[in-house]
């Protein structure tokens, strides 16, 4: 069955915020296949596609996560969490700063289709850390040629968490510096 969205696509860019407070409730696999899917749809340099990602919803090991992981306490009670993975050797001339980036814009996708389908999600630093990409690494099993950048908590959130109005036009040069 077909979900029908209500928000279009710029108010869920505005709306997106950083949620870190969960009901603990498990997103349903169908809401995880939506959000892979968004995922990958992003843009990727010359067409390479290196990411893998990891869908972490094993209540102990989402605990582990978060013991060990100084910006991702509230894993355990989001439910589920995405690690975004690169891997360099699939990116676009094998280099790592391109599958880093091509990441990144696949991990704007998870938050904002999280947004879309009424979802909290906050984005959880793992790279550039050595340590942490270490200890990650180790808990799930992930190859030494890949890279966890980052793990994405998801839940049905409570609070009362808003967006941020973060434009500012003195960030904005037209035409030259």
Not at 166 to 171: A, G, L
Request: net charge negative.
């Amino acid at each position: 069955m077909q979900k029908t969205f209500i928000k279009d696509a710029l108010e869920v860019i505005h709306e997106r915020k950083s949620v870190r407070n969960y009901t603990g409730e498990l997103i349903s696999t169908e809401d995880i296949n939506v959000i892979l899917k968004a995922a990958m749809a992003a843009p990727v340099a010359i067409h390479m596609m290196p990411w893998k990602f990891i869908v972490v919803r094993d209540k102990d090991k989402l605990k582990a996560l978060s013991d060990g992981l100084p910006f991702a306490k509230m894993l355990p009670k989001a439910g589920t969490g995405i690690v975004v993975c690169a891997a360099p050797h699939e990116a676009a001339l094998g280099k790592e700063e391109f599958a880093i980036l091509d990441c990144a814009c696949a991990s704007e996708n998870i938050l904002l289709a999280a947004e879309a389908l009424g979802l909290g999600a906050v984005w959880t630093a793992v790279y550039p850390s050595k340590e942490l990409i270490s200890f990650v690494r180790k808990e799930l099993g992930i190859p030494q040629n890949i890279i966890p950048l980052n793990i994405i908590a998801i839940g049905h959130p409570i609070g009362d968490e808003h967006a941020e109005d973060k434009y500012e036009p003195n960030n904005i040069h037209w035409d030259k510096w």
